[in-house]
């Protein structure tokens, strides 16, 4: 009989013959972009998908200009050792410059963004720098501290700005320096949750899943067929759009699982080669509402639409 390796020996395995993580890719937002447009075109929700592609373009400036060191060899050890993010979203500091981030954004997307996020745009200068870094803080550790419209508002501009941060930080790490084998329901990275999960192929193995995550875009290897957030492989069930016409976005798929009830949806490169998670979620919100009324909830976080 096969023994049953332990988590720690399947690190060590994942570690000698290669990772099983996967960090951005340079132009990742530029290529969100293209994608965003692609799924507006005919789309429901445009004019959303548009404004979110010019949103990603700005993120594409703005980490083409950031530089982030490569956290010290004695600290990737540690988080190494102990499966532990290395760049840690929920209790590390936050990177000095990601106000300047935030500056940026707001000043490429300003005039071309929806009227309360304008609105929003033009008292940012009002709030104090030291509410940003709490506001920041509270999206980072998913907590329910937003409450006025206009910080709301803003909401979704501070989450693109912190994903460009912790994207740069997660460029800057060498595959090996992620903890590797232990297919988390959260990023092994730096810790937040996933937005969805995408069936890869080509270089990173054809029909093999990741994980990708919210905020810092990393991809970890999670099996098929199994809940993401517990793990459960009984049951697991799946839904897709339909309307008069068949699926109208054959590439995604919303997992379900009857033991935590949650639903993490499935982008197939299989299906669309073009796919990007956090596009082809955005583009598929319809498919959150039918999951919802079957007592399922999204286990995704999509930054650019704010839920705590
Ligand atoms: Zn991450
Ligand atoms: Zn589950």
């Keep these: 009989m096969q023994k049953l390796l332990s988590p720690e020996e399947i690190a060590t395995q994942a570690g000698s013959e290669g990772s ?43 980490l083409d200009k950031l530089t982030a060191p490569r956290p010290d060899s004695a600290h990737l050890e540690r988080c190494r050792q102990h499966g532990m993010p290395p760049l840690d979203a929920q209790g590390a500091e936050l990177p000095a410059d990601w106000q300047d981030s935030l500056k940026a954004l707001a000043a490429d997307v300003a005039a071309h963004a929806p009227a309360g996020l304008q609105n929003a745009i033009a008292g940012l200068a009002d709030i104090p720098a030291e509410r940003l870094d709490a506001l920041a803080r509270a ?5 329910e501290t ?60 054809h ?5 990708a995550c919210s905020l810092c875009a990393c991809e970890w290897h999670v099996t098929r067929i199994k809940c993401v957030p517990c793990h459960n492989t009984r049951d697991i069930a799946y839904q897709g759009l339909e309307n008069e016409q068949g699926n109208p976005h054959p590439a995604v798929k919303a997992e379900t699982c009857p033991e935590c009830h949650s639903s993490l949806k499935i982008v197939s490169m299989e299906k669309d080669p073009f796919a990007d ?19 399922f909830h999204r286990a995704g976080r999509n930054l650019f639409l704010f839920t705590p």
């Design 207 to 211: 029909g093999v899943r990741y994980a």
């Design 139 to 143: 999206i980072l550790r998913c907590e």
């Design 277 to 295: 998670a956090f596009a082809d979620d955005l583009a598929t919100l319809a498919l959150d509402m039918l999951v919802d009324e079957t007592g």
């Design 20 to 62: 099983t993580n996967r960090l951005p890719a340079p132009h990742l937002f530029a290529e969100r972009a293209a994608r965003l447009r692609t799924l507006a075109d005919g789309h429901a929700m445009g004019d959303f998908l548009r404004f979110a592609a010019r949103l990603a373009d700005a993120q594409q400036s703005r």
């Design 146 to 205: 937003l409450s006025n419209p206009l910080e709301l508002a803003l909401a979704p501009l501070i989450g693109a700005a912190l994903q460009v941060q912790w994207t740069a930080r997660a460029q800057a790490l060498q595959v090996g320096d992620i903890p590797s084998g232990f297919e988390d329901s959260l990023c092994p990275a730096c810790g937040s949750h996933p937005v969805a999960s995408i069936v890869r192929i080509g270089d990173a193995g």
